[in-house]
């Protein structure tokens, strides 16, 4: 689905990624771990192709094509889908258009969708004027559900989400993942053999793990990818040693390129 080779990017003129490595199949969901400012939120806007973030070195192709240099309407269009941590306030523009939007000429129900994330009662109002933290994910989630990308990128999706929001959010990713209608319903053995949808998600606090089947997870410093490893194998490292760790692991590796260390 995604193939990222030797990546290298920029934001005004400081680099960020620095030769970056990162292969997800289809229907593979991939947890990117590590501490603010290692360049997580760089690799999803390169990928997603915002012009801020340029790429000096590299190549990156979805599904076969190379999409380096595609402008972003263009990904949107093949397949990918994002969630921002903090999307802009659109004012004049309703949300249900917006859905409409997003769905690209296919018909949608737009308040059948709203429905299952609790946001029909929204759907007038412009998008994002006046939405709490978890209001904001629903509307993400609600406009990703129209679009029904193949593959997703998610920026820290617990952020801003309080704990009565936290399984709605959750399941409905999930949702979007398994590409499934009775996705929340199925066993696990049937989520994995007909997942067709790849996602790409960033967590600081692992909490979407308890809704998402993930497959393979890496840990980012200083704009590179490290301890390849399971999920929640990474995640409980973290818990308790911390990100210090992984930077000792990191400085104690520096010599070679990076792409797996083990975590103890």
Do not use: W
């Amino acid at each position: 689905m995604l193939e990222i080779r030797n990546l290298h990017v920029s934001v005004d003129g400081t680099s960020v990624l620095r030769g970056l490595d990162l292969t997800i199949q289809s229907g593979e969901t991939f947890i990117l771990f590590g501490p603010n400012g290692s360049g997580k939120t760089t690799l999803l806007m390169a990928v997603m192709g915002f012009g801020k973030y340029t790429v000096t070195a590299g190549t990156i192709v979805f599904k076969g094509r190379d999409i380096t240099r595609a402008p972003m309407y263009e990904r949107a269009r093949l397949g990918i889908g994002m969630s921002f941590q903090r999307p802009p306030t659109i004012h004049g523009l309703p949300t249900e258009l917006l859905v409409r939007m997003c769905a690209r000429g296919q018909k949608v129900d737009a308040q059948a969708l709203a429905r299952r994330v609790h946001f029909d009662s929204f759907l007038t109002r412009d998008v994002n004027a006046g939405f709490s933290g978890g209001e904001i994910k629903r509307s993400e989630l609600l406009q990703l559900m129209a679009q029904r990308p193949d593959m997703v990128l998610f920026d820290e999706p617990e952020s801003g989400v309080d704990l009565e929001n936290m399984s709605l959010v959750g399941n409905t990713v999930r949702y979007l993942l398994d590409g499934m209608p009775d996705a929340c319903q199925a066993t696990l053995h049937e989520r994995k053999r007909l997942r067709k949808t790849s996602g790409l998600i960033i967590t600081h606090t692992g909490h979407i793990l308890e809704y998402v089947t993930a497959d393979r997870a890496q840990v980012m410093y200083n704009g590179r990818l490290a301890c390849e490893a399971r999920p929640r194998e990474i995640l409980d490292h973290i818990a308790k040693y911390g990100y210090q760790e992984c930077l000792r692991c990191f400085a104690g590796n520096m010599a070679g390129k990076i792409l797996e260390v083990p975590l103890a």
